[in-house]
């Protein structure tokens, strides 16, 4: 996911509505345009679309979701259901200062009355309704940069305890093998490392790292290792606290568990 540029009250005037309007297809395909005159912002109503764009780029869209469409765009349609129902609010927008590629922001029902507003507005042509369409389009797109921003950061969060888990994979057994370390490691507080981990992989970290010491452990008493090399080898070096954890995972000592595999 894209991070998306906030606007500033400058930037606002680099955003111009030139309609905004509620349509429908029924079902059908649509060839391959020559491409968008404008960017444009959906709102599907109902039913269901797939997108093929030239550049290899695909999506499918429903009901709630928000739908960009990037200016010069071409793009092969197919209506996959009896018919598909949505609002567009169509406007040229400085490609450098925001989005330039086709996007699908995904579900944002919150953002249907901002689309009936814009399309009020626009139908009613009152004095000043360019710029309430153009406010109401800063809202929509405002909307849009925190849902995507959301996403990102979830993104980037799990992409972080992801690189944590490898490192408690590659490092489980080091004598100075911590939580606190990893937390460092990817650059989180010791606390909100915690926190992400348990959100993102159900258990705490180090309920996680005990369970590699242990499963290592198993694995090299059933190729024949003694008890202490086996707990040295997995990062638990006193003996009588790796009998006790091993005893907690397993239900028997590691020297029954051993015994078991050459009887």
């Known amino acids: 996911m894209k991070k998306l540029k906030a606007i500033n009250e400058n930037e606002i005037q680099m955003m111009y509505p030139i309609n905004a309007w509620k349509g429908y297809i029924l079902e059908r395909r649509i ?21 093929f764009f030239e550049n290899g780029d695909s999506f499918t869209v429903k009901s709630g979701d928000v739908f960009y469409l990037a200016n010069g765009a071409r793009y092969e349609m197919n209506i996959i259901t009896e018919r598909y129902d949505f609002m567009a609010v169509n406007f040229f927008f400085k490609e450098e200062e925001g989005m330039c590629r086709s996007e699908n922001f995904g579900n944002m029902p919150d953002c249907e009355n901002k689309f009936l507003k814009a399309i009020s507005a626009w139908e009613n042509k009152h004095m000043g309704y360019m710029t309430e369409t153009l406010g109401i389009l800063c809202e929509i797109y405002t909307q849009i940069l925190k849902n995507s921003q959301s996403e990102y950061m979830r993104s980037a969060s799990r992409e972080k305890i992801d690189r944590a888990r490898e490192y408690m994979h590659l490092h489980y057994a080091d004598e100075d093998m911590s939580i606190a370390a990893v937390a460092r490691e990817n650059k989180l507080s010791d606390a909100h490392f915690r926190r992400l981990f348990v959100q993102y992989i159900g258990v705490s970290p180090q309920e996680y790292l005990i369970n ?14 003694s008890v202490s090399d086996a707990s040295s080898q997995c990062g638990l070096a006193d003996q009588c606290y790796f009998s006790r954890i091993f005893k907690k995972y397993t239900g028997m000592t590691p020297s029954k568990y051993r015994r078991d595999f050459f009887e």
Do not use: F
Request: proline share 3%; charged share 25%; aromatic share 6%.
């Open 31 to 51: 060839p391959m345009g020559s491409g968008r005159k404008s960017d444009g912002l959906l709102y599907i109503i109902g039913g269901k679309c797939e997108y």
């Open 212 to 225: 590699l010491k242990i499963n290592r452990a198993k694995e090299l008493l059933a190729i024949g290792l």
